[in-house]
């Protein structure tokens, strides 16, 4: 072996003495051997639940402040109607009327705004499906398997509502169009009591004075898996 000034002339004197030395030609320096390469996709999920997860934590803390009455409950729904379902749906001074729902983006939805003074709704369901930029995803809520879930002061502005429903005490009447000469006319209804079972809706806002729930999961499921 030749050597100049003490130094081998065959070992090369430029390699960090921490360089790994089976590093792939081509792998950027300091990339950690023998774990697979994630690629465009996994840039894009790792962004995605960069975004994802602030908003994930402040969900969870809202919904348990909710989940223990501690503040009024609001959801509104943007470009996808939120989905509710359940067992069965008991409450007392519901009424209904027609009117409009508009998006602070600009679209328009016509409704029926189902009112309520107090309710329970046993096995609740509560979805919307998300648009994101690595597909679609599901915000899922439960609540209320071993004991209902309770609100006071319920309001939901519903396109679809499916159900077996008993009414007590029903009255109706009609309404004439508003002065305005937008949204509909039609009717209000009101009844003491209703029961709902097997309810199934979708709505573009709720609000509620109050809301109690038991037994609550939160849960972000990738694609389609809303309540029905």
Known sequence: MDHTNGIPKDIPTNVPKDAPADTPAGAPAGAPQGLPSTGRAGRRWGRFWLLMAPAAASVAALTAAVAQGAVAASVAASGEAFKVSGDRMEGSGFTAVPGVNSEPGGGRHPVVTVTAREAELENLCVSVLVPTPVGEMTVRVRAGTTEPVRATGLSVDADHVRGRVDLTDVTAQALG???????????????????????????????????????????????????F
């Open 177 to 227: 169009r508003p002065s305005s000469g937008q949204g509909p006319g039609g009717f209000l209804a009101s009844t003491a009591r209703v029961v709902v079972r097997e309810p199934k809706f979708s709505g573009w806002r709720g609000t509620a004075g109050s809301f109690e729930l038991r037994d609550l999961s939160l849960r972000l499921v990738p694609g389609a898996a809303e309540c």
